[in-house]
């Protein structure tokens, strides 16, 4: 909070998440129930939208970078949405491409926890302790090892599978501009708020139960920027300029331009914070 400048879109943006992250600890939080967080932050550019991703991913992993960032202008087309769950397998780079592989939502988590588990293997002369900690270090590091392998072809021809994931491992995924994506991508968008978790085009899985999902976008930010001008639509004398609310200025143009399924609102819609002009 105390590094997000702002109030009213921005303040709820973070209520949102800290509200979700105390659902996600309590008894009441079950498996496949979708993510820890799913949500539409809205609202001109500078105003803090992508800022609130970096310090939730600095939060948990201790740098802004840890987080995975889908720019969705780079999704326009129904087969560029494809390769977010990679190609068949046999195609060079199938799992690179694969931006929401599990390999590559998880590791900003296994770079923080390795980092972490070092710095206080360092710290510590308990070698009781200790060995516990290096014994957590080779259970990431051969996970690891196991999704470098995953992918290729045993003597059987049969495709080696990814291991299983070494406990519990955070992620931020961001989708940026989300507005500019092909619906294709909504449509994914729709299974994993729903489910929690993704098959990839190998017949794997990738799991989002333990992620924040963020999506920013700048959807009427002209009729915003409008409205708070003095001589523009929804400004008079009787009305100050803070006291103008972006949210129904937005949810409006959302229905009024069709911009993302109906359905897909109606999962995120408790969750759509319009962020005020700083």
């Not at 550019?45 to 600095?58: D, I, N, P, Y």
Request: charged share 25%; net charge neutral.
């Amino acid at each position: 909070q105390k590094n997000i400048i702002g109030e009213g879109g921005q303040k709820k943006a973070i209520d949102h998440i800290v509200n979700a992250y105390e659902y996600y600890l309590s008894p009441l939080w079950k498996p496949q129930q979708g993510p820890i967080f799913a949500g539409m932050f809205l609202g001109p550019s500078g105003v803090g939208k992508t800022e609130v991703a970096k310090q939730l991913a600095k939060f948990f992993f201790g740098e802004e970078l840890g987080m995975t960032k889908i720019p969705c202008g780079d999704f326009t087309a129904s087969h560029d949405v494809a390769a977010l769950t990679g190609s068949p397998p046999g195609y060079v780079g199938y799992r690179d491409s694969a931006k929401l592989s599990q390999a590559t939502i998880d590791r900003p988590a296994r770079e923080a926890e390795k980092s972490s588990l070092r710095k206080k293997i360092s710290q510590t002369s308990n070698e009781a302790s200790k060995k516990k900690l290096l014994a957590r270090v080779k259970q990431i590091e051969d996970y690891e090892r196991g999704l470098a392998q995953a992918g290729g072809y045993m003597e059987n021809g049969k495709t080696i599978k990814s291991p299983p994931s070494p406990g519990k491992l955070f992620s931020v995924v961001l989708f940026d501009e989300i507005e500019k994506s092909h619906h294709n991508l909504h449509r994914l968008l729709l299974e994993i708020l729903q489910e929690g978790r993704v098959v990839m085009k190998d017949g794997e899985e990738s799991v989002l139960e333990h992620s924040f999902i963020i999506m920013t976008g700048n959807v009427a930010s002209d009729e915003i920027a409008e409205a708070l001008s003095p001589h523009g639509i929804g400004y008079s004398d009787h009305t100050e300029r803070g006291n103008v609310d972006p949210y129904p200025i937005v949810m409006r143009a959302i229905a009024r331009k069709r911009i993302f399924p109906t359905e897909f609102i109606g999962r995120v819609k408790e969750n759509i914070a319009v962020f005020n002009q700083l």
